[in-house]
């Protein structure tokens, strides 16, 4: 079956066929060419285009893995989304990218991009984990706006879309460790969210049978998807409040509600689907119980641990949340959703716990959840499978384990992941839901504490 590519755009069904051409000047450059960016950012821009935002187009730059570069090259940048729901599924094809270059390969390119006059916008998606002094996103990012600096290039924002708090800050702080930075060069914040699992075979026959043509960069995604962004381009963006995105002043609180309550639930319910056998997301919500024990997660620790956006509640919002997770098209597995662990859980649930305890409450499923983290990188499921321990510390998560003494304390003495401050009656609340966890099984636990 042929490729698909812009000679076989006519061929494909009309409301299918991207609506802006990638060939147009590009603008803005992408690190980390993952699944997340083709169903988001690459969604918003090419919308926005369309919708009269500007003249833009995305150089795509892929850190590591050079598959991807090969599929999007020999594809002419074009790739689909398909969104999935309980009512079918919905193919379009994403016409915003304009040049894909692989990063190991071809770095001088890389920086000569990034120093080029015509960028005014990079944008990141490459996880928690590459957030480190000396990271090869960051060295590569140090050395493309080192380069900039000393061309003249004109005004550049340079703009985080992981799922860190406050991420534009803790990106520019990692950059100027290594370079003097002018006040022409920013860092937006922002809050992304979109429900995007690893594309399967399933997703590339989707794509082949709605197209008639194969795709090696498809990806599937959920309806949803928003973007929160400070407006803080001085070399200007597009438009993409056209394309529904919300401009703020003050992403602080849009952060910490999809911090805390989507991605905080997200972890929750993987470590203990994953515990419980179940495959995915949607799966796990019909196990006995969870249902109601998240909600109480939700409206008695999360909803009090932070303030909100105006006007926005957060137990409507965990509603919503819950309602998304369920969606049976979306197969979200939970060791995805699980993995670098270590990274996600001080952001998406410590800080909750250490706020609950601030207002002199107790953490009670905040403590199950750092529990279930637990019992998973100890490696096996109740049914007794292995699981995996994917996550940038698993050396010294293995060595803590592997040393006496009970697996709460050893893991709780992990100051890279948990601040001294939890100890005493978090610690007992931890160990005990442990102790259930180990003793019982999922099922039992969350089937007793709803």
């Known amino acids: 079956m042929a490729r698909l590519s812009r000679a076989a755009l006519a061929a494909l069904p009309a409301d299918a066929r991207p609506t802006i051409d990638g060939d ?114 960051v060295k590569l990012l140090v050395d493309g706006i080192r380069a900039r600096i000393s061309a003249g ?29 002018p006040t022409s060069v920013t860092f937006p914040r922002t809050m992304v969210d979109r429900i995007v699992p690893a594309s399967t075979a399933e997703t590339y026959a989707l794509v082949r049978s709605a197209l008639g043509v194969d795709d090696l960069a498809a990806v599937e995604a959920e309806p949803y998807l928003q973007w929160v962004i400070e407006d803080d381009f001085p070399g200007g963006r597009p438009a993409w409040d056209l394309a ?23 972890s929750t319910v993987a470590y203990l689907g994953a515990l419980a056998g179940y495959e995915t997301i949607a799966e796990a ?4 119980g969870l249902t109601d024990l998240l909600r109480r997660f939700i409206a008695d620790e999360i909803a009090v641990s932070f303030t909100p956006p105006p006007g926005v509640s957060v137990v409507a919002y965990g ?10 098209a979306i197969r979200h597995r939970t060791i995805q959703v699980a993995m670098d662990g270590s990274q996600k859980l001080p952001y998406r649930v410590l800080r909750t716990v250490l706020d609950v305890r601030a207002r ?84 039992a636990t969350v089937a007793g504490a709803s």
Not at 157 to 181: F, H, I, K, M, T
Not at 285 to 288: A, S, V
Request: a negative charge; one cysteine or more.
């Open 319 to 328: 509603e919503e949340v819950l309602e998304r997770f369920a969606n049976p």
């Open 285 to 288: 919500l019909l196990m006995p």
């Open 360 to 443: 002199g409450l107790s953490p009670r499923f905040g403590a199950l959840v750092v529990a279930a983290w637990m019992r998973f990188a100890e490696g096996t499921a109740d049914n007794g499978e292995a699981l995996p321990l994917n996550d940038p510390l698993a050396p010294q998560i293995r060595a803590a384990l592997a040393a006496p003494g009970p697996v709460v304390d050893k893991l709780l003495a992990l100051s890279e992941i948990f601040p001294p401050e939890l100890t005493g009656d978090f610690r007992d609340l931890v160990a005990e839901w442990h102790r259930d966890l180990s003793t019982h099984g999922v099922r």
């Open 24 to 137: 147009a000047g590009v603008g803005i450059v992408h690190l980390g060419v993952g699944a997340f960016h083709r169903a988001h950012q690459a969604v918003y821009t090419e919308d926005a285009i369309a919708a009269g935002g500007g003249d833009w187009a995305i150089a795509e730059v892929a850190p590591n893995s050079a598959a991807v570069v090969d599929a999007l090259r020999a594809q002419d940048g074009l790739f689909s989304v398909t969104s999935l729901s309980g009512a079918g599924a919905r193919t379009r094809v994403i016409g915003a990218v304009g040049r894909v270059l692989h990063a190991p390969s071809e770095r001088s390119a890389v920086t000569d991009l990034l120093a080029d006059p015509a960028i005014r916008v990079v944008t990141l998606t490459v996880t928690e984990k590459a957030y480190q002094p000396g990271s090869a996103m």
């Open 153 to 181: 290039a004109p005004p550049l924002a340079v703009v985080s879309c992981d799922n860190l708090p406050s991420n534009g800050s803790q990106l520019r702080a990692l950059v100027a460790e290594a370079v003097p930075l």
């Open 244 to 266: 529904g995105a919300v401009v703020t002043d003050d992403v602080a609180p849009w952060e910490q509600l999809k911090l805390r309550t989507l991605n905080g639930v997200h």
